[in-house]
């Protein structure tokens, strides 16, 4: 299974545009988006779900039935606010059909509010610029910091201020992890979360002339590799993961196109979350 470590975290998963996309960050105990439902999905309790493109959202019933016949407690499940009465359906559909009641908790989601999924850890969605209404999030870390003015204060002096009930600490936010599920670039652009962020994990869905130019993969609401070239300067993070490529492109291709187009520096960054060869494709 490809997996990319970086300080914190880990990330693995598949992503192949229109078959599955499913991103696992073992460490923060998330799934995003779940167009099929590989086992290990199944051991993360949350979710979050971009759009209602099946390729993202399809494994949905499988991963909450599943997790209940495992005797697994119910997943947490984000989803933009605009899908939370059709799943609603959807999963009493299928409570319907299998004769028992699917449980999930269902969180339907606004872009630029946040929330909390662990003691710690704060979900924002992010409206981006897709064929369809969709979402990308941001994950940040929380930690309380004592208040610059209070630091190097001797420690009784702080008690005696907590005494008195000041304002001794504030909250420090730090994006860690970005997705953007399926946008166009200026989905991304508009963001400066996704841009600040450690870890990115961007959809490049188009790379070459060969399938579909920049404006072809406008049109279809998806980012071509030009244009993350074109506008690398911008993207301040520590490591880019690149997801959702066309099947059009045999994954030992993928480098090679990708480390022509990109400067060296840019192209240190970039971490390509290839799909496995199946025998027959042998
Ligand atoms: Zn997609
Ligand atoms: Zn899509």
Redesign the pocket.
Known sequence: MTAFQFDTFAIEGQSIAGVETNIRVPQLNLNLDIGRCPAAALRLDHLAVS?G?P??LAGLPYYVVTRQFYGMKPPTIFLPHFLIDPIQRLLALWSEIQGFELQADLVGVEAGQRYPFRRDLLLEPLAVQ???D?FGYVVYTRRQKLRPEFQGLPQSDIVALKRSGAELVYEQLTPILGFTG?TQIEGVLAHSAFLECEVLVIEATFLDERRDGPERARAG?HIHLDELVEHSARFANKALVLIHFSQAYAPEEIPGIVAAKCPSAFAERLRLLLRKRTRRQR
């Open positions: 759009h493109h390729d993202h897709h064929s369809i969709a399926d609401g």
